[in-house]
């Protein structure tokens, strides 16, 4: 009796997290429109394109492009749910309900990790993963139609069954099931290959050589197919717009074939500040360089500490948190996001150094005192990420993004739903949610170089971009909605071409006619 009361017991702390993180999921949930990242409104386009049968395609585009740029799992998931609802307002909403489910399974998977492999009790892995999966980062991407949820849970499953295949050597069926979660995790963001990578060289790490050969086949088998797509159309939109369209691929080896490898080492160093900024800003929520600095070394501390205890117990979690934040930092993008795409394992990992500290019993008395130094350290530091996590809440962070994109987007789709002529394709900013919202096929007014990572492009190479662009694409209106917009296409009829004639105006915007010579 006793024994099933402790299981009963297990088994409803096992799932506390994941009702509590509902609760909190559905109280942060919000009808703001996509659009205000360009993914998400993407996103809504390729599960759209999927859901209608037209294939894997940029329907926004003149010639519906084939999609290369964003991996099919998570489109061909809201696709499903697209098929449920056609109705785009209606979609959009189960679009965000589905993350807050993501965010259940994301809770469950992290009390299990704690408990399985790293040997908290039962309270305790249940607050800390209620913790890691309700936090403001996670609840931030929660609120977007953004595959980061998707891909969070996918990949703590899939840290929890290799888990259990690292302590099960001779079941075959098990391995398979983690291999495919981390096949599967890269099918929706690139940056899953991560965890790919973490489960074979822990396998080797172990001289599990055949199982390592098991786990490298099946990736390249459920990978194939997508890699094949895009070679096959790497080609299919314009060198100017592969940065927000094109293979990853194509985008980042010209980069390097135009910088050479002092461009990854600029893009490291950058990163690597910019992630310093945002991990001590978590624990030291203040605007002061000083307390913010202790903030960094206190956690690096504590990485370490946790970083022995992960390698002995949860070793694939660790080499992959390791491999994935290599990919960060060697990204040629604002790395912000890609952290709170993880943010429950950076949460974790820390933890894992507090409890190792609180569990060392030092012989000498230097060692005691730099023990009770760290403890009070790490106090303070959980006290500031406390603060910091209550600021958020009272403030709704996660409704901060779509909140100001509501506003910037309102008046384009109001002027073009007015202003533009039936059926033209138009050159505009946030060009993906335009068509999602208006029904007119568009173009972006931008290009994204990896090189605006460190500096803006300067006027000219704006303009020239705007032209390339228009050049490329039947567009016959241009929308502005700035003055630094305006003044680039001034700057890019001023160049020949193309010429930019004003045809109407409307509350934030202006609409010209596109006259190509």
């Known amino acids: 009796m006793e024994n099933e009361r402790r ?21 942060a949930f919000n009808s703001f429109p996509v659009g205000v990242l360009h ?13 209608t049968h037209q294939g894997y395609r940029y329907l926004n585009l003149p010639g519906a492009p084939a999609a290369t740029h964003f991996p099919p799992g998570y489109p061909a998931l809201l696709s499903l749910l697209w098929l449920v609802s056609p109705s785009l307002s209606i979609s959009i909403v189960l679009f965000k309900i589905i993350n807050v489910v993501f965010l259940a399974v994301i809770a469950v998977q992290c009390r299990r990790l704690l408990r399985d492999q790293l040997d908290f009790g039962p309270r305790a892995s249940a607050v800390l993963a209620f913790l890691a999966a309700a936090s403001i980062p996670v609840l931030i991407l929660s609120a977007l139609v953004m595959s980061e949820t998707l891909f969070l849970a996918i990949a703590m499953w899939g840290l929890v069954a290799a888990g259990r295949s690292l302590r099960t050597p001779r079941s075959t069926p098990m391995l398979v099931g983690a291999a495919a ?8 963001r690139t ?11 822990a396998l080797l790490t172990y001289r599990r050589w055949r199982d390592a050969a098991i786990t490298a086949a099946l990736a390249i088998v459920v990978l194939a197919p997508w890699q094949l797509w895009t070679a096959a159309h790497q080609a299919d939109v314009p060198i100017v717009l592969q940065g927000a369209y094109g293979s990853y691929g194509g985008w980042i080896g010209r980069a390097l074939g135009e910088n050479g490898v002092s461009f990854v080492a600029r893009t490291i160093a950058s990163n690597v500040g910019r992630t310093a900024e945002t991990l001590s800003m978590a624990i030291a929520p203040v605007s002061a360089a000083v307390p913010r600095a202790v903030a960094l070394v206190v956690l690096v501390l504590l990485v370490g500490a946790g970083a022995r205890t992960m390698w002995a117990n949860a070793r694939v979690a660790l080499l992959f948190t390791g491999f994935y934040m290599a990919i960060v930092l060697a990204w040629p993008v604002e790395p912000a996001r890609y952290l709170w795409g993880v943010w429950p394992l950076l949460f974790i990992l820390p933890a894992v150094g507090v409890r190792t500290i609180w569990t060392w019993v030092p012989r000498e008395s230097a060692q005691r005192y730099a023990r009770l130094g760290m403890l009070a350290a790490s106090i303070a530091a959980g006290i500031g990420y406390a603060a910091g996590t ?3 809440y009272t403030g709704r962070y996660w409704d901060d993004i779509p909140r100001a994109g509501a506003v910037m987007l309102r008046p384009l789709v109001v002027g073009i739903r007015a202003h533009a002529r039936a059926g033209e394709v138009i050159a505009t900013p946030a060009e993906a949610a335009m068509y999602v919202y208006t029904g007119h096929q568009t173009v972006p007014v931008y290009t994204y170089a990896p090189t605006q990572l460190f500096h803006d492009l300067s006027l000219a190479e704006k303009a020239d971009a705007l032209r390339e662009i228009l050049a490329a694409y039947p567009v016959s209106a241009l929308v502005t909605s700035s003055e630094p917009e305006r003044i680039v296409a001034r700057s890019a009829s001023a160049s020949g071409g193309i010429t930019l004639a004003p045809r109407d105006s409307f509350d934030g915007g202006t609409i010209l006619s596109v006259v190509k010579h």
């Open 7 to 27: 299981a009963w017991g297990d088994r409803l702390t096992d799932w506390l997290p994941s009702a509590a993180v509902i609760v909190i999921g559905l109280w």
């Open 39 to 51: 993914d998400d409104a993407v996103y809504v386009i390729l599960a759209k394109s999927l859901a």
């Open 181 to 188: 979660l981390a096949a599967l995790s890269v099918l929706v």
């Open 191 to 201: 940056h899953g290959v991560a965890l790919v990578g973490a489960l074979f060289v």
């Open 390 to 392: 209550a600021q958020g």
